[in-house]
């Protein structure tokens, strides 16, 4: 008589019945798939988003590695997928690894989801997928939902080059820098912001890269879906207007095809101006956001002019 296999995705000791997951009261079969790490893409808002590959595969592998078990465990019942849950975020992925990639030199199959989105962007798959290939077990790719292509689509902005971003800095000084380093790229800008610092970061944006197109996308896919297109000093006019509750990716057009660089002479006026009644640091961020010019550049003719200025080396 032929032994009974042990169960992998129930406890030891209890009968494990086929994987498989369930859609409208329909029973699908999910086979164990090949060895390896499978990044599925699981939705950011709406559970229909699912893909079915993906449910297939989650129903199938022998462990699921989720940021948060309850987020992960709200799909996973409501696909009917019996599935073992076990945490992996940045808090725990130092000793987390090492047990994935036991699992996987094993000839395990391990699906890596974050709460909600495609794993690795902003969340700490990164270093995990590395270890894995520097193992040399397979890694595959899933694609679903993403929150940072659902607002490049319904922005209404150019999508032929953007820039992910991800979270700002939380302090409003580094914030403001970063703001000036991405207002020079030439592409459309995407990133990632908290309800709480919303208006002040579009207060900034608007001071810094002026009247581009924009839009907030706020809780996308989700019941209480918010999309608001304009430019962003009208957007940060109406910023104390705006329902701040919920998560929030905001798009930002690239600068204009014909902006104006200043000559040299015009942005030694300019620096002087600002430096009359703002410290170097803040005549920079200024002068580098209304110049066209690179921050380099600007920051060393800073430093001289207000050698001239104010004597000593400049710095204040």
Same mark, same amino acid.
């Given at each position: 008589?032929?032994?009974?296999?042990?169960?992998?995705?129930?406890?030891?000791?209890?009968?494990?019945?086929? &994987?498989?997951?369930?859609?409208?009261?329909?029973?699908?079969?999910?086979?164990?798939?090949?060895?390896? *790490?499978?990044?599925?893409?699981? %939705?950011?808002?709406?559970?229909?988003?699912?893909?079915?590959?993906?449910?297939? =595969?989650?129903?199938?592998?022998?462990?699921?590695?989720?940021?948060?078990?309850?987020?992960?465990?709200?799909?996973?019942? &409501?696909?009917?997928? $019996?599935?073992?849950?076990?945490?992996?975020?940045?808090?725990?992925?130092?000793?987390?690894? %090492?047990? =994935?990639?036991?699992?996987?030199?094993?000839?395990?199959?391990?699906?890596?989801?974050?709460?909600?989105?495609?794993? *690795?962007?902003?969340?700490?798959?990164?270093?995990?997928?590395?270890?894995?290939?520097?193992?040399?077990?397979?890694?595959?790719?899933?694609?679903?939902?993403?929150?940072?292509?659902?607002?490049?689509? #319904?922005?209404?902005? %150019?999508?032929?080059?953007?820039?992910?971003?991800?979270?700002?800095?939380?302090?409003?000084?580094?914030? &403001? $820098?970063?703001?000036?380093?991405?207002?020079?790229?030439?592409?459309?800008?995407?990133?990632?912001? $908290?309800?709480? &610092?919303?208006?002040?970061?579009?207060?900034?944006?608007?001071?810094?890269?002026?009247?581009?197109? !924009? !839009?907030?996308?706020?809780?996308?896919?989700?019941?209480?879906?918010?999309?608001?297109?304009?430019?962003?000093?009208?957007?940060?006019?109406?910023?104390?207007?705006?329902?701040?509750?919920?998560?929030? #990716?905001?798009?930002? !057009?690239?600068?204009?095809?014909?902006?104006?660089?200043?000559?040299?002479?015009?942005?030694?006026?300019?620096?002087?101006?600002?430096?009359?009644?703002?410290?170097?640091?803040?005549?920079?961020?200024?002068?580098?956001?209304? $110049?066209?010019? %690179?921050?380099?550049?600007?920051? !060393?003719?800073?430093?001289?002019?207000?050698?001239?200025?104010?004597?000593?080396?400049?710095?204040?």
């Amino acid at each position: 008589m032929r032994a009974k296999p042990a169960p992998i995705n129930t406890p030891e000791g209890t009968d494990a019945a086929p &994987r498989g997951f369930s859609i409208d009261a329909h029973r699908l079969a999910a086979p164990k798939p090949a060895a390896g *790490l499978y990044l599925v893409a699981t %939705p950011i808002g709406n559970l229909g988003d699912i893909t079915l590959r993906a449910l297939q =595969i989650l129903a199938g592998v022998d462990v699921i590695a989720c940021e948060d078990t309850r987020i992960t465990r709200r799909l996973t019942e &409501r696909y009917d997928i $019996s599935a073992q849950l076990k945490q992996y975020h940045e808090h725990n992925a130092e000793a987390a690894r %090492p047990k =994935i990639l036991e699992a996987l030199a094993a000839g395990g199959s391990v699906a890596l989801v974050s709460d909600a989105g495609t794993p *690795l962007i902003s969340d700490p798959g990164y270093k995990l997928v590395r270890e894995v290939c520097a193992a040399g077990h397979a890694v595959y790719a899933l694609p679903g939902p993403s929150s940072v292509l659902a607002a490049l689509s #319904v922005a209404a902005l %150019p999508t032929d080059r953007f820039f992910f971003e991800g979270f700002l800095p939380a302090k409003s000084a580094a914030r &403001r $820098s970063r703001l000036t380093e991405l207002a020079r790229i030439d592409a459309t800008l995407v990133m990632f912001e $908290s309800g709480n &610092r919303v208006q002040d970061t579009l207060a900034e944006l608007a001071e810094i890269m002026g009247t581009r197109e !924009a !839009a907030i996308c706020r809780e996308l896919t989700k019941l209480h879906e918010e999309i608001s297109r304009a430019k962003l000093d009208e957007l940060a006019r109406e910023a104390d207007t705006l329902e701040t509750r919920g998560e929030f #990716v905001l798009v930002i !057009a690239p600068p204009a095809a014909d902006a104006d660089v200043l000559t040299l002479d015009a942005l030694d006026d300019l620096l002087r101006e600002q430096l009359a009644t703002h410290s170097v640091k803040d005549a920079v961020a200024h002068a580098v956001a209304l $110049s066209g010019r %690179p921050r380099r550049e600007v920051y !060393a003719r800073a430093l001289e002019l207000a050698k001239d200025l104010r004597g000593g080396d400049g710095e204040d």
